[in-house]
């Protein structure tokens, strides 16, 4: 018998960014691995309160939602999201918010995200700001650090990439533009053709374009972000092989620092659009590689190197992060399979998961 049924919200492999696909993809392993059966998600830019995707709630045991990128500043879009805890809570249903930032949300945010019957945020900066609200949590670094370590591969060059923050993604531009050699990088795959087409078709047509199409050309317009120009790859496996021969990386997005660690390739953070880079940094004693602005090219051979015990400090994150994943994975499973022995006692707890 399959197990208990997950619905997974927000769903961000619609963003065709590696990093938001290889998060998905390791969500439905863990799930496998604890016998949860992931059997719907709901897409970043689709409302899950739609009938379609309310119907599929109100038959699922287990609602997750990804927080990658959303729970901050009191987005319209996140308290959307949050309000999932609420439906689920009204309906005696298990809801879990997983993967998460948290950052300069008001009281409305914090009082949905309390309903949630588990929080985990992936870094203790997010942790701080929930505690001050008075709401119990756990870290549990991201979802692309339960991926294997890269292959280590012979090394040479640099490898820039952009930033979600554009001040960030400036500095990122200039430094690629005046540094000989560089390599540039995107962690965009390429859209398909139908999305291209919309994309198009909101840019010609502006606010009287379909509200997702005007969403296609919001993500996949240049977003005042010259560093969008450089040409995206087809498969991860591509970045991730790129990534694996670099000397050194130097970028501004979360989940090139989450690759570049599982390659123990050195690099160096700027800021992102959320304490996210840093926070990670400041848990894996690896402060030193973030910067508010980069160094002069005569200092990069420095940065291409690991100092002191860089390299053990990552190794001892990534595994401490694996495990972390895991537990709550299964903790997840623990409390469903609880809740729906408790609703009907005589359900064999062997049918409802493999712990």
């Known amino acids: 018998m399959s197990g208990p049924k997950v619905i997974l919200l927000n769903d961000t492999s619609s963003f065709n960014h590696h990093g938001s696909n290889i998060v998905v993809e390791q969500i439905r392993r863990h799930c496998e691995r604890q016998g949860l059966s992931l059997w719907h998600t709901v897409k970043s830019d689709v409302d899950w309160?739609?009938?379609r995707h309310r119907k599929r709630l109100e038959e699922s045991d287990i609602v997750l939602v990804n927080g990658?990128?959303?729970?901050?500043n009191n987005r319209k879009l996140a308290l959307t999201l949050a309000q999932?805890?609420?439906?689920?809570?009204?309906?005696?249903?298990?809801?879990?918010?997983?993967n998460s930032v948290y950052q300069d949300n008001g009281k409305e945010m914090a009082d949905l995200v309390r309903q949630f019957d588990l929080v985990f945020v992936r870094e203790s900066r997010s942790l701080t700001e929930l505690r001050n609200e008075g709401i119990d949590g756990e870290v549990v670094p991201d979802m692309v650090l339960s991926r294997p370590d890269l292959p280590p591969a012979a090394r040479t060059g640099l490898m820039v990439t952009d930033s979600s923050c554009n001040a960030a993604a400036a500095q990122l531009h200039d430094f690629y533009t005046r540094t000989h050699g560089a390599e540039l990088a995107s962690l965009f795959r390429p859209i398909p053709p139908s999305?291209?087409?919309r994309k198009f078709v909101a840019r010609v047509i502006g606010k009287r374009a379909a509200k997702r199409w005007r969403l296609d050309w919001h993500r996949?317009?240049?977003l005042r972000n010259p560093l969008f120009d450089a040409a995206p790859l087809e498969s991860v496996d591509d970045l991730l092989r790129r990534i694996s021969s670099k000397s050194l990386i130097v970028t501004g997005r979360f989940h090139m620092v989450c690759m570049a660690m599982l390659a123990r390739t050195p690099f160096i953070a700027l800021p992102g659009n959320t304490h996210k880079i840093e926070g990670m940094l400041a848990d894996a004693e690896l402060t030193n590689r973030y910067r508010s602005s980069l160094p002069d090219g005569h200092d990069l051979l420095a940065w291409s190197n690991w100092c002191d015990d860089e390299v053990t400090r990552i190794e001892a994150y990534v595994q401490d992060a694996r495990s972390r994943i895991s537990r709550m994975f299964a903790r997840i499973a623990q409390v469903v399979t609880a809740y729906l022995l408790s609703i009907d006692p005589l359900l064999d707890c062997c049918d409802l998961i493999m712990l």
Do not use: D, N, P, W
């Not at 990658?68 to 901050?72: A, P």
């Not at 999932?84 to 997983?98: D, K, Y």
């Open 84 to 98: 999932s805890a609420t439906f689920c809570r009204e309906r005696g249903m298990r809801c879990f918010l997983i």
């Open 195 to 197: 999305q291209a087409l």
């Open 220 to 222: 996949f317009g240049k």
């Open 49 to 51: 309160r739609t009938e």
């Open 68 to 72: 990658e990128g959303m729970i901050s």
